[in-house]
């Protein structure tokens, strides 16, 4: 059971937007910062939001982030079949004092 | 460019230990805070420990405190994880990563080592 909240599967066609959602709490969502990784399969996470709704050098701006409360969205638009991975939400917990990641959302782009 | 490398993995029986590396370059090692992360077969992230970039401050999840040690040699650019009283739920591929700033030992986690699969079974 991981402490964030996302759902397991998303889907949408080519070219089309999706959202994921990620829900939390006060001790972390709610005051730290969310980032989002990509895990296409077989490789390492990669980062790609930070800081709530910044994006590293190279990711393209299709990929955005933002947080409200205790909750926090990744959105992807323009989607294309090379964006099927895993994608994890991440943040600090105030209260345990360490790391938290979501429990991860597949997304298939039909 | 910035490259991570873990290594150290392998088979262990329960109850043994295994003590993990992390090689980095391409950046100033000793500025970041640095993170283990697993993934277990099938399953996905988890946060494992973080350490300053000092190595003064060392935080760890529940699941491996007190059988885990996170440390770091900066002088050789290495990050480690001891790992002692192994048990079958720790079978995961363990991933380094780095801090994306200087300032704290928080997420978010920039680079990434490509993992090191540790399998705990007799």
């Known amino acids: 059971q991981s402490v964030l909240t996302q759902p397991p599967s998303v889907s949408a066609a080519p070219g089309q937007k999706v959202t994921i959602s990620c829900s939390g709490s006060s001790s972390n969502i709610g005051n730290n910062y969310v980032s989002w990784y990509q895990q296409l399969p077989g490789s390492a996470p990669k980062l790609l939001i930070y800081d709530n709704n910044n994006r590293p050098s190279g990711i393209p701006d299709r990929f955005s982030g933002s947080k409200s409360g205790t909750s926090a969205t990744l959105g992807i638009t323009g989607l294309q079949t090379g964006d099927e991975a895993d994608y994890y939400c991440?943040?600090?917990?105030?209260?345990?004092?360490?790391?938290?990641f979501g429990g991860g959302t597949k997304l298939t782009v039909l | 460019q910035v490259q991570l490398v873990d290594s150290g993995g392998g088979v262990v029986q329960p109850g043994r230990s295994l003590r993990l590396s992390c090689a980095a370059s391409?950046?100033?090692?000793?500025?970041?805070?640095m993170h283990w992360v697993r993934q277990a077969p099938g399953k996905g992230l988890e946060w494992v420990a973080v350490i300053s970039y000092d190595g003064n401050y060392k935080y760890y999840a529940d699941s491996v405190k007190g059988r885990f040690t996170i440390s770091r040699d900066n002088s050789k650019n290495t990050l480690f994880l001891q790992m002692n009283s192994l048990r079958a739920e720790d079978t995961a591929v363990y991933y380094c990563?780095?801090?994306?700033?200087?300032?704290?030992?928080?997420?978010?986690?920039?680079?990434w080592g490509q993992g090191t699969l540790v399998t705990v079974s007799s």
């Open positions: 391409g950046f100033t090692f000793s500025s970041y805070a």
């Open positions: 990563a780095s801090a994306r700033t200087t300032v704290t030992v928080k997420p978010p986690l920039d680079y």
């Open positions: 991440g943040t600090w917990d105030s209260s345990l004092i360490a790391g938290v």
